[in-house]
């Protein structure tokens, strides 16, 4: 069983870069065919794609975010990371990291972001 863990801060100032990690148990981060990515539901809106990296490593975007994010992989702690730049009380958020296997996905239980000075 898959199991998916985000930490990070759970307040974060205007402009400040927010980094997130996604702890992984059950499965390898290089295991083929998984992608692992981020996805946010700001309050009182629907789920928001983020990006994705696979398990080779390459990432993919969300076009209106690409500017801003970076997802990245630590294969030797078998976790990875989010961090994205210049954030805006409109980017407060509950955070979710989740894998797309070719069996199904699953989520971590996710962690909320807000964004205030």
């Known amino acids: 069983q898959v199991q998916l863990l985000e930490s990070g801060p759970g307040l974060v100032k205007p402009s400040q870069t927010l980094s997130l990690t996604c702890t992984i148990s059950?499965?390898?981060?290089?295991?083929?065919?998984?992608?692992w990515g981020w996805i946010r539901q700001p309050p009182g809106k629907g789920l928001e794609w983020m990006g994705v990296i696979d398990y080779d490593g390459n990432t993919y975007y969300s076009p209106s975010l690409k500017s801003r994010t970076s997802i990245s992989r630590d294969t030797s702690r078998n976790q990875f990371s989010l961090q994205l730049s210049s954030m805006t009380p409109e980017d407060s958020a509950v955070y979710y990291c989740?894998?797309?296997?070719?069996?199904?996905?699953?989520w971590g239980q996710g962690t909320q972001v807000t964004v205030s000075s």
């Open positions: 989740r894998v797309v296997a070719p069996y199904g996905d699953h």
């Open positions: 059950g499965a390898s981060i290089t295991t083929t065919y998984y992608a």
